[in-house]
């Protein structure tokens, strides 16, 4: 999880970094040469996040294609701990295998998931599977009996070697959509593995890591949604009552300085014009440090100014804010001045833990002030 929000950083901050190259170069005739913010590498666990079969490391690059293509789609993802494994090791006659299940029912009502995979990590195989080429397959479980075994529908399969070592990736997109539709039919996950003549063997022995193993090595789901944008959503009901009287304090000035005057319009030209303001927003200072992971807080500016006449072109006023300049010119008493407000906005990335304790990654929009405009 920390990889991909590493991953979707890095994009808002090359999306900025753009934004500024072509002001700079639309105001200057200088070349400038391309760059990209590095992202903090400080986070002792690392999870792989590539769909690659397989990778023979354990301190992975950043989120692959693959999973980028998902994060462009996506403003939410949630990874979900196994909450059951079941081992079933018969004789060699029969089928060897795992289960595992998964709590689903934390899914926001009404979001949609646009891709979910099960994740397990590979170990080097037993020796005496050295030459083998080792087949590993996923089923979603349909219906269960206590005497037989249950009936399975296969997701997915993954080839390797025994050698292979690191993460392997699985296709549950539909499986997870029709759990959260019908969460009385998430009976979990089979897992097995087989040698090219189908013979069945020993997951573990396959290299395969269950709950057993390191936890920065345990099986996991990822779920990738197309999310609501309101911020609020996130944020714990204890904050809220502080929340909305600092927003009913703040709506209060605003209309305060709203109100038209002929002082006012006198000492206009006094005051700097409008443009965006340096500010840095702390989630400590707000007292979220205990359940957002990542960041610490962001920039977020802010515009504040003068909309008087003449309106600049810096000032970037629409239509309606000139002819509104012009009318206060005329009425001072009874039209306002246009107000400075942003134009452009950037989305974040935020890191955190929900209620029951699953890391979600989270992109929200309209978070960061990218210019300022008279409206």
Known sequence: MLDLYNAMTNEENTEELEYSLKGSMAGESRGIQKGYRASPNGYSRR??????????????????????????????????????????????????YKEFRFDLTQIPHGEAVTAAEFRIYKDRSNSRFENET???????????????DADLFLLDTRKAQASDVGWFVFDITVTSNHWVINPLNNLGLQLCAETEDGRSINVKSAGLIGRHGPQSKQPFMVAFFKASEVLL??????????????????????ESSRMP????????????????????????????????????????FYCDGECSFPLNAHMNATNHAIVQTLVHLMFPDHVPKPCCAPTKLNAISVLYFDDSSNVILKKYRNMVVRSCGCH
């Not at 294609?65 to 018969?90: G, I, Q, W, Y």
Request: net charge positive.
């Open 47 to 96: 999870i792989q996040l590539s769909r690659m079969i397989p990778l023979t490391t354990q301190n992975p690059p950043l989120a692959s294609l693959h999973d980028t293509n998902f994060l462009n789609d996506a403003d939410m993802v949630m990874s979900f701990v196994n909450l059951v494994e079941r081992d079933k090791d018969f004789s060699h006659q029969r089928r060897h």
């Open 134 to 148: 080792i087949q590993i397959s996923i089923y979603q479980i349909i219906k269960e009996y206590p005497n037989r």
């Open 261 to 300: 005057s002929v002082g006012d319009y006198n000492t206009s030209e006094q005051k700097q014009a409008c443009k965006k303001h340096e500010l840095y927003v702390s989630f400590r200072d707000l007292g979220w440090q205990d359940w957002i992971i990542a960041p610490e807080g962001y920039a977020a």
């Open 233 to 254: 959503r996130s944020v714990r009901a204890a904050n809220n009552k502080r929340k909305n009287q600092n927003r009913n304090k703040s709506s209060s000035q605003q």
